[in-house]
């Protein structure tokens, strides 16, 4: 089984999900997204290194490394491509466009019926004063592309609110549900693979309302939940995902809101808290999806 493995960088996460499919004799290639090009004289319209114009069963996205908005338009088009020419992408361009822009993920979770705090996303400072002013504070203002949490700010005032060039043009404004419980700021996230929640953490930090891993906050495994697990396998469903890392918050009355999806999470946190292998179940997954997927086209056949 050739599998092709799109990593930005040649990190830990990378490395480990290459020994995992070998692990499974999986003839894995990896490289960047970026140097897949288009060639219409090709046998399928793609050329790709180590690769030339063959095609591989399937393609695990890890990362995609950001640029210009033509260079990221022309990636995405690639996984488009793919998926036309019936590779496996996992997760494919849709999903994605989906979880990358944080007003679409918001978008889709309200419509899936999904709690999940109250969000907009405007373009003029005035709409988002305005937004301000008729819910007062605290409201969250994120990048609308955007991770790690880097980037976001709470706004309580009109003073907090940036001018539109410092937020790329798109203020992205979210109801801040967090509170401290515990003398700690908290938060969950879910990991999901194929349709089932794998492994779960809290994100604890006693300094700062912002709980990601890479700011600073403590990973600490947690018992089972099932409801934070159910509302994680709904949402990773809302935006197509098949692996993803979801975010969720209990409100002041234990209420568990998602709070947005990971469509390429790092898994570090959430390996030292729980102790598994994350790079093992995504690669176990994947190849168990590409199995199914190849037993439904023999079945059809016949």
Request: hydrophobic share 45%; aromatic share 4%.
């Amino acid at each position: 089984m050739r599998i092709v493995l799109l990593s930005a960088a040649p990190d830990r996460h990378a490395r480990q999900l290459e020994k995992a499919f070998a692990a499974l004799g999986c003839d894995c290639h990896r490289f960047e997204t970026a140097q897949i090009g288009f060639d219409t004289g090709a046998a399928h319209g793609i050329v790709m290194p180590q690769l030339g114009e063959a095609l591989p069963d399937a393609v695990c996205l890890r990362t995609m490394a950001g640029g210009s908005f033509e260079a990221v338009t022309r990636r995405l088009a690639i996984l488009h491509a793919l998926s036309a020419l019936g590779v496996v992408v996992s997760n494919d361009a849709r999903t994605v466009e989906r979880c990358t822009d944080k007003s679409m993920t918001s978008f889709l979770l309200a419509r899936a019926g999904l709690p999940s705090p109250r969000s907009h996303a405007v373009e003029t400072r005035g709409q988002a004063l305005a937004i301000l002013e008729a819910a007062p504070g605290p409201l969250v203002l994120k990048p609308l592309f955007g991770a790690q949490g880097k980037g976001i700010r709470l706004v309580e005032t009109p003073d907090d609110l940036p001018e539109p060039g410092d937020v790329g043009g798109v203020y992205y404004l979210q109801r801040f549900i967090g509170h401290r419980r515990a003398g700690a700021w908290c938060d969950y996230r879910v990991l999901v693979s194929q349709g089932v929640a794998v492994g779960a953490m809290m994100r604890r930090s006693p300094a700062s309302w912002i709980t990601n891993v890479a700011q600073g906050a403590e990973a600490v495994g947690i018992a089972p939940d099932p409801e934070l697990e159910r509302l994680a396998v709904a949402a990773a469903d809302a935006v197509g995902a098949e692996f993803c890392g979801v975010d969720l918050m209990r409100d002041a009355d234990g209420v568990a809101q998602v709070i947005e999806v990971n469509s390429m999470p790092a898994w570090t946190g959430l390996e030292q808290a729980t102790g598994i292998d994350v790079a093992a179940i995504r690669a176990r997954d994947l190849v168990a999806a590409l199995g199914a997927q190849d037993r439904h086209r023999i079945r059809s056949v016949r």
